[in-house]
């Protein structure tokens, strides 16, 4: 069983950055599938983006790519989220999740494969 605690989110300005951090237990980031989801106010849950185990292959929404960077630290098993310039549409409740460490790399970007969710942390982005 792993387990995932976001932190990092805050109230920011457009253009600004943020780095949102999830500190994973019961198993290395390495080892799994990895990725960062968000939910808007009154949206659903979309994917924001995601890394495969072992090679680390990376993969974004088109609406975060060239802005966001998502990165492991193996050091403190913790999954990154780098977030640039902002904007508005950014706001809401980012979500760390991760698979089950039997999955397949390939299928990195899967929402339907991860199963293990962290509580979530607000990131607000005012115009």
């Known amino acids: 069983q792993v387990q995932l605690v976001e932190s990092g989110g805050g109230l920011v300005q457009t253009g600004d950055s943020l780095r949102l951090v999830c500190a994973t237990s019961g198993d290395s980031v390495r080892r799994r599938n990895m990725g960062w989801f968000r939910q808007g106010p009154g949206k659903e849950r979309e994917f924001v983006a995601a890394?495969?185990?072992?090679?680390?292959?990376?993969g974004y929404a088109d609406s975060v790519k060239g802005r966001f960077t998502i990165s492991r630290d193996s050091a403190k098993n913790t999954l990154d989220l780098q977030m640039n310039a902002l904007r508005p549409e950014d706001t809401a409740t980012y979500y760390c999740?991760?698979?089950?460490?039997?999955?397949?790399?390939?299928?990195?970007?899967?929402?339907?494969?991860?199963?293990?969710w962290g509580q979530g942390t607000q990131v607000t982005v005012s115009s």
């Open positions: 890394i495969s185990r072992n090679t680390g292959t990376t």
């Open positions: 999740a991760a698979q089950k460490a039997s999955t397949s790399s390939i299928r990195f970007r899967v929402e339907d494969e991860f199963d293990y």
